[in-house]
Structure formats: C-alpha cells, structure tokens
C-alpha cells in the first residue's frame, strides 16, 4: 500500500486585482439599478440626472485629489494632516498665477504652491523629524494666516481684490463628446426605467466635462500604476511599511519620503488649484472649506488605496450635488435607497450565516425604510450634514479591514536598526 | 520635542502676521472730537463686501463729522473679539461699533461692564441695555422688492432662492423675498437652497456651492436666482452666464447686499438683474451722525425703506420696464399699506 500525500488543491491562479476590480463593478451596476428602482419609485429625477452626475464628478474632484495627496503621503510613511493647508496655498498661489497669466499658470501655480509646502512637511518630519501631526497642523495654521498676509500685499488694491481674495481667474475650458449631449438628454427626459437612468449618468460623464477634470480623473489610475506596477512605486511603499529593512537592501530612504511629501502636497494643491479654476474663478478665503481633511478622511477609509479613496470622493460629492442642487426632496429619496442597500448586505450577511451583522443590518433597513415612509422630507436644517453622514456610514460598513502602512506616522533615523 | 515647539511658536507667530491692522487708520486722539472705535467682522477693511460697507459709512463720518477713528479686526478663528472691543474701550473710544452678529456674546458683557461707553453692534437685535443700540436693517423688504422684480421678468413661473448659512438673518431675505413674488402672483413656484447651516459659516465663502445649487434650480426650471449667500454669490451668477451660454436666454440672477452689478466681472454684469442694497454704510453714518449731534442712541435703529437703508439697485438698466411696479410696492411698504414677513 502506497502512502498518498494529499496535498490541499492548488488555489486558480487569478491576479487579485482583476477580482477586485470586478467586485467593484458589480457592486457600481448594484447600486446603479438600485439608484434607478428609487427614481422610478419616488420620482426624484434629480437622482441620476445628468446635472447631479456632472456636479457630483466637480464637487469629488478636489476632496480626491486631496485624498491622492494624502496617498503618496502615507504610503511613504508620512502622516500629511497639513493637506488642507497645501490646499490653501495651492489656492492662493493659483489665484495669483492665474489672475495675471491665465488658467494653466494656474494650475501650474497651485501645484507649485501645494508642493512648496510639501517640502516644508518633509523639511519638518523627514529631516528634523517633527511629530508629523504637529508639523502638519502648524501648516494649517500658517496657511490661513499666511495667504491672508500675502493677500493683502498682493491683491488688494487691483481690480476685484481684497485682502480676502484675488482678482478674477479665467476658467478653465470644457469640454464634451459632440453630439451626444441632444440625444442623451432626449431619451433622460423619457424618464424610462433605467434607460433614462444610463442616458443621464453618461450626458453626465461625458457633456461639458472641464478639462481639468479629465485629467484630475485620469490621475486616480495613473497613481495606481505608478505606486504598484514601477520600482519608484514599490520603493516608495517599501519605505512606508518597514524603512529599516529598505534601508538595508539600499533604497534611499530619505529621497522617498521626500518624494511622497513633496508629490502629496502637489496634489493638494492642485486639488485647490481646480477650485480656483474650475468653479470659483479667484482665491477666495475658506474657499477649501476642510476639503483637505475630508479627502484625508475618505484616503482612510478607502484603506490607504486610491480605488477606495476614489469611491470615497465620489459618494462625498454624488450626495452634496443631490442635495446642493435638488435639497431636501432628493436626500428623502436617499432613504430609501439606504434601506433597500442595507436590506441587500443584510441578505448577503445572512447567506452567508453571519447572523449578528445580519440583524445589525436587517434593523437598519427597517429603521431607515420606517423613516422614509412616515415623514415627507429631511429637515432643511439636517441637508448639509448629508454628505458627511453618508460617506461615513458607508465606508465603516464597507471597510471592514483597515490596513494602513506599517510604519506610518514614525519617525525614522537613517542607521538606526528596528 | 525642542524643534516641535519651535516649528508651533513659529507658526503661532506667522498666523499672527495675518491678522495686521489696516494701515493707516490706528492714529487718533479724542480732542472733543468724535473718537470712534469700530471693530470689523472677520477680514475687515478690504473684504469687498460687509465690512468694505462700514468702512464706507466710517470714512464719511470722518469726512463729514470730523471724526477719528481705530479700526480693529479680530483674528481668523474670531476667538479674540472680547479684547479687541476692550482695547477699544481702554483706549478711551466712544462709541464703539461692533460690525456682525457674532459680536453678540462678547459685545453683551463688554457693555455691561462699562457703562460710561456708548456701543453700537450691526446685524444684532438680542442685545438691550441702555448703553448699545442696534444698528438693524428691514432686509426683508428689500428681498421683497427684487422678490417682485424677479416675478415680473420670470416667463417660467419659477423662480430660486439661494442662502449662503441657514441663520434667522438669511431666513429674512428668504421670507421677504417669497413674500414679494408671491404679491405679484401667487402661483410662482420658489425653490429655496441653503449651502450650509450654523455652525458652519462656510456658505458664505463657498461659489462653488453656490453654483451647484443655482444650477440645480436652473436645470429644473427656474429663470431667475437671487442669492444672499455673501461671497458664494459669484458662482451663482456664473451658473447664470452658463445658462445663458446653453441657450436659455432670460435667465437672470439677483445680487446682495451691495449694488452687485458695479463690482462683478463682465460677463456676470449681463445677468444681474438687480440688486438687494443693504446699505451698512449708511446705518454706521447715521448712527455716528446722532451720535455726534447729542443724541445717545440705544435699543433698535433700523434701516429701512423709508430711511434708505435698503433699497434695490437699478444699475443695467434691465428692470427700468418694471420700474414703475417696483416703486409701487415699495410705495405700500413705506405708507404701510403692506407689511412684509420677516419669517419664512
């Protein structure tokens, strides 16, 4: 008799990102048909119109590329709570760029500006190794205190600026697929199940787009491929989950948290730089409005990775264009649509033979369908806090694991050993 | 530790330097004369908006009444409000105008402690005691003025309202405003926004927001959008030039505040229908004016129709076709005929 080894089947051979990725579309088309049950039901058009679509991408943009920032940041091991202060000079130095020599020096401006003060954060917790939040939070500070002063040098006297804003920036061009806009809007305005749902979500991506926004967009892969798929990118991770062994295999430390602090304030920057020239058309004082610290929220929540820091954004800016735009009318809508997406996780939860969360969920499904159903809108007063409320709630359901690099927020010492 | 510390004395420090006075205007002796102190709102002189207002009502007093003045304003985070209107009061300043609500607290207690000082706070009815007058404004009967322009120039029937912060001040302008389209036909649909509610101020300083809103308005109907929405007013008359841009011609946005239409960019001049004026400027003025003519003014002075206080701008020339309906339901406010509601 023969010994038979059993050896425990070999896994298929798959790249796990693609099953992400295809987990990811599922759960879009998911909720999309769910979007689209709800605006069937309730009649609150704006839900997948394709103005709510457009504004949504606007408003995600900057708390994203904030988000990005914060990425590079902590993937090289540096906690970057100052990107709502490179946000602020990224604003302020667009603003000043772009009032004399248009929008692109704009751009230019609030990335130079942001990475500027990248550099200072490095400065502080790479080389001096300043505690990285306060080295952050003393940028915050700065920022405001700062741009006021230069403002008050630099704008106010000329044309349209103030000591608490610039002169007026040209926008930056727009842009869209022609034709598409007539046909798309046509078959939106049939209100069909689904049909008009898809025609206003694509009269949304693709009518009247800024440029910038394309390429803001566009970065969120290119920061994928850069951070997982080049030497840069492997080295610049390394460096964030165990710098002591990096050191020793020869990966210059030192240069690459350098260049994820200068990089994430870059972003940040240019996160202020689209306010300045894709909506507001000037610096304006507080015109960040915390957006660096939601985009560090939704970096977290999106578990350190800018699949998830993208769907982060996007949720924050669906849920204030919808209310922005349609107010409380359309946030009601958005009861129910918890309710029924709750009800689904429920189900999945119970397949699953997980019988708290389950409970949890199914509870919560009918507390929020029980709201829905007995009052007739959100109190006014309750509509701005929408967009927090959702986004939190659902990236602590979906983040159900959070990994963030191993040695962020320490401080290294070049030689020493672990 | 040691260079922490330094890096967060150092910001400490820089911060500060944001919060510079406004040159030239700290010097005066109070020779008999009118020595005025007068703290602003966060930003102060330069803001292009409230306090640019006061400081237009100031300057006048000093052109005209002699007076002298120091100009303070406090710093970002406004936490230092109480000692700037004590310094004001140490350095023997009388009267001493607040300009903003959010003076209130701070305001209330100053003034119960010294009594020998007169003050004046803007924007601010909760405040009675025998040494502070109120310097308010019937904002909702200016809102009611454009609310009538607005229904008159709407082919659509349907007409916005975006507020920058849902606070009992903005709420005025909104219920003045529904209350003037309504006069002219009570049919017109009114859509009403808010871009943030206290306490977050940030709708005041958010166009982008503004924009969103005013184009959700649009894009369900609405041809004509009057916002008071402080400096997020400037996306809203964007949204209204990119209407116009798409295609849909009578679209039309109402400014605040100031006669918007002398201080926007080009293309927003084409769209800004009208103007709701607050004239803070002349409040400040006529307050000092009794002031200085031997009048100790306290309780509630406010600013309305009849004073001038508010009133709409005619600049564009877009509402001289409506002109003599506007002059007829300001006429009612100020013979009384109409009373306009100050809630919504």
Redesign the interface.
Known sequence: MTAVIERPAAPPVRAPWRDRVRRAAIWAALVFVTLAVVRQVTGAN?LT?A??VN?AI??AVPIGLAALGGLFSERAGVVNIGLEGMMIFGTWFAGWAGYQWGPWAAVLGGIAGGALFGLVHAL?TVT????HI??G???N??A??????LS?RFF?GRE?G????SP?VP?IGRVGVPGAGGPLGTLEGKHWFLVSDLAGLLRGLFTDVSLLTILAVLLVPAAFWLLWRTGFGLRLRSVGESPVAAESLGVPVYTMKYAGVVISGALAGLGGAF?VTV????F????T??RGFIGLAAMIFGNWRPGGLAAGSALFGYT??LR????SAAVHALLLFAAILLAILAIRAGVTRRWIPAGALAVAAVGFGVVFAVTDQVP??????VPYAVTLVVLALAAKRLRMPAADGLRYRKGETG | MRLAAFVAVGAMALAACGNTEDPGSATSSSKGGLAVGLAYDIGGRGDKSFNDSAANGLDKAKKELGATAEEVSPNQAGTDRADKLKGLVDSKKNPVIAVGFKYADDLKKVAAANLGTNFAIVDDGSIQAPNVANILFAEEQGSYLVGVAAALKSKAKHVGFVGGVQSPLIQKFQAGFQAGVKSVDPAIKVDVQYLTAPPDFGGFAAPAKGKVAAKGMIDSGADVVYHAAGGSGSGVFDAVVEARAAGKAGTWAIGVDQDQYLTANDSQKKVILTSMIKRVDVGVFDFLKKFKDGEKPSGPQVNDLKSGGVDYATSGGYVDDIKDKIEAAKKDIIDGKVTVPAKP
């Open positions: 704006a119109s103005g709510t504004d606007g408003l502080a001096f190794g300043v505690d306060i080295s939070v003393a940028i500070i700065i405001v205190g700062a741009t006021r002063y008050s106010l349209d103030g000591v608490n804003q007026s926008l306010l909506y507001d058309g000037k304006l004082e507080n015109q409005g915390g204030d264009s922005l735009r349609e107010g006014a007063v309750l509509t701005p806090l």
